[in-house]
């Protein structure tokens, strides 16, 4: 059995060992999540935290 992958729509064999299916991979499977998680959280927020970047000394 086969099924596209939703993200790319790739062919993507429908297996035990296919641990991303129905995606091809992990990553295909991230990108869906991802815009997935953008469309959810679509509210402006605060901008994160930007750590001080001044751990800059070197030995
Ligand atoms: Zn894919």
Redesign the pocket.
Known sequence: MKVK?P??G?SVVWTPEQRWRP???ER?KLIDLGEWAAERHAIPGEPAPVPDARDDERD
């Open positions: 992958c993200t790319c790739k995606f091809c991979s295909c």
